[in-house]
């Protein structure tokens, strides 16, 4: 849980074999890194909850949306949810909204990317099983006016993944001992191949803002890296979307082209997986 709880689970279906799978959801309430606010956790409390609900209750959600959504688009460092948290009497309220605001977010851009990479799901990137919805209810304690105007804010999106069998990248090396390689050429192979997945998937139009050695997998039957976790990410068509609501293009000599390669250049997505730090 350091973004999104993550669990191992068994799909059974019918009339078919267990099916192994990762369940990750995208919940306001949990996740270490997620709520941090400067160097502490900032916890999901019964308190913040009430205020939240309190927001709902008065209307607030949907204009406070608006205005966060509006600042995404228009402003060069947009506003955390941190940054709300201190923001008098409604900043918890404002803190949980902002952060639901996030989790919708984190969704969107997962599903957005293994969308676009379809054709790389089962060899750099692991299988979309489904899109996941747990509706209203469930382990949330949803008061009972809130049940249908607020249905949406107490939803949980997920998604189900293929499950792959190995090891993280960044544990590569706690396996000295228990699984030592024939020879160091085996692990270049693994390393290079993950790096040069990070290029594909910037060709491909997308930017990993989380790239790192702790979001890729190494299938242990195959040897060879899957990239996870597009939680954060910028895509390609957004940015020139925003480029082009910023009047970029009325200098002649830009070119979106260019713009987005220095973009990738400068967030090195490869080397963030593959260098030693
Ligand atoms: N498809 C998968 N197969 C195996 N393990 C996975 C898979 N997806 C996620 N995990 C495990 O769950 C952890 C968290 O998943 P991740 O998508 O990186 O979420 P977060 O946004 O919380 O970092 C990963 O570091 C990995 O250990
Ligand atoms: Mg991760």
């Not at 799909?11 to 995208?26: C, D, E, H, M, R």
Request: hydrophobic share 40%; proline share 7%; net charge negative.
């Amino acid at each position: 849980m350091t973004m999104s709880p993550v669990l191992d689970v068994v799909i059974q279906a019918p009339n078919g074999s267990p099916l192994q799978a990762v369940l990750k959801l995208f919940d306001r309430r949990f996740g270490e890194d997620l709520r941090r606010v400067y160097k502490q956790s900032a916890c999901h409390t019964p308190a913040r909850e009430a205020a939240f609900h309190a927001f709902i209750r008065q209307g607030k959600m949907a204009p406070f949306l608006r205005e966060v959504d509006e600042a995404h688009e228009t402003e060069l460092i947009p506003p955390s949810p941190a940054g709300f948290l201190g923001e008098g009497t409604e900043g918890p309220a404002k803190y949980e909204a902002a952060q639901w605001r996030e989790c919708r977010e984190h969704f969107r851009c997962e599903t957005k990317a293994y969308a676009q990479l379809s054709d790389l799901q089962g060899e750099l990137i692991p299988r979309m099983l489904a899109h996941v919805r747990l509706v209203s209810g469930g382990d949330f304690d949803v008061p009972p006016d809130l049940r249908e105007t607020g249905a949406p804010y107490f939803e949980l999106n997920g998604i189900l993944l293929e499950r792959i069998d190995g090891y993280k990248l960044e544990d590569m090396t706690s396996l000295l001992t228990t699984r030592p390689p024939k020879n160091l050429k085996e692990w270049q192979i693994i390393i290079q191949a993950a790096a040069n997945a990070a290029h594909v998937i910037n060709e491909r139009g997308i930017l990993m803002q989380d790239a790192s050695p702790r979001n890729v997998m190494v299938d242990r039957r195959s040897q060879t890296p899957r990239i996870i976790d597009f939680a954060q990410c910028l895509f390609r068509d957004e940015l020139v979307d925003q480029w082009h609501r910023w009047e970029w293009q009325e200098d002649e000599e830009w070119d979106p082209d260019v713009e987005y390669w220095e973009r990738a250049r400068q967030q090195e997505d490869p080397a963030a997986i593959a260098l030693v730090h």
